[in-house]
């Protein structure tokens, strides 16, 4: 069975700091992987997804993703964290060739950014 | 064009009663899914739509929950009848039928509370 792991379930950070954030997957393939955000009162925004090709993946807002087969992960970094990054980050994977297209997630890592 | 959408955007009820969450996807969308967070835990999945047709409810609880898509269109999730366990925020999301893409958009949830 499919899990994702994110260690890391809160993390404070000072503006203008870099950040990463970690997410280890098990799959039995290869999957697809995703990293969403959600922001307070707001539904969850896709940040980047990792299909095939290029493993740096490049997302919105600043972010990027590196996918590490040998190490079943996809951490999310970002050079310099900003206030408004102060949300939650999801991780999840999803399955490739198969039926079953639900998306497995990590427990979330809430981002707090200070001042 | 417009994104996920759920009605009601909260919901208190008592344990016993029902509840009737609706979602409608982005319009074109044959892939539907129900998720769920329950108590700050992971977001689970709950069951996947192709267009009116069930494709997997593996993630559904118990019976009773009940999960319809007329049409095709908009789905409801229905809770009958509700248990304290059964609070916490409840998302939909769609995605295009297309080979090799699983991107999922998702609604802004709705956040279920039984006293």
């Known amino acids: 069975a499919q899990s994702v792991t994110q260690p890391d379930i809160h993390i404070t950070v000072s503006e203008g700091a870099s950040l990463e954030l970690r997410c280890n997957y098990s799959?039995?393939?290869?999957?697809?992987l995703f990293w969403y955000v959600q922001s307070p009162g707001q539904g969850l925004q896709l940040l980047l997804k990792?299909?095939?090709?290029?493993?740096l993946v490049q997302g919105i807002k600043g972010f990027e993703a590196e996918f590490k087969r040998s190490q079943s992960s996809f951490n999310l970094r970002k050079p310099s964290v900003h206030w408004s990054d102060a949300a939650e980050y999801f991780c999840?994977?999803?399955?490739?060739?198969?039926?079953?297209?639900?998306?497995?997630f990590g427990s979330g890592t809430r981002l707090q950014v200070q001042p | 064009e417009a994104g996920v959408t759920q009605f009601p955007s909260h919901s208190v009820i008592e344990k016993g009663q029902t509840v009737t969450l609706r979602c409608d996807p982005i319009?074109?969308?044959?892939?539907l899914y129900w998720y769920r967070r329950v108590m700050g835990k992971e977001i689970k999945f709950l069951l996947h739509?192709?267009?009116?047709?069930?494709?997997?409810e593996s993630g559904m609880p118990n019976n009773r929950f009940l999960a319809e898509r007329t049409g095709g269109t908009y789905s409801t999730l229905k809770v009958q009848p509700a248990e304290l366990e059964d609070s916490g925020v409840y998302f939909c999301?769609?995605?295009?039928?297309?080979?090799?893409?699983?991107?999922?958009?998702f609604g802004p949830g709705t956040r279920l509370t039984v006293l």
């Open positions: 999301a769609s995605s295009l039928r297309l080979a090799g893409s699983n991107e999922q958009f």
């Open positions: 799959y039995g393939a290869t999957p697809y």
């Open positions: 990792y299909f095939s090709g290029d493993t």
């Open positions: 999840a994977v999803g399955g490739i060739g198969t039926g079953r297209r639900a998306l497995t």
């Open positions: 319009s074109g969308h044959d892939n």
């Open positions: 739509f192709v267009k009116e047709s069930k494709q997997d």
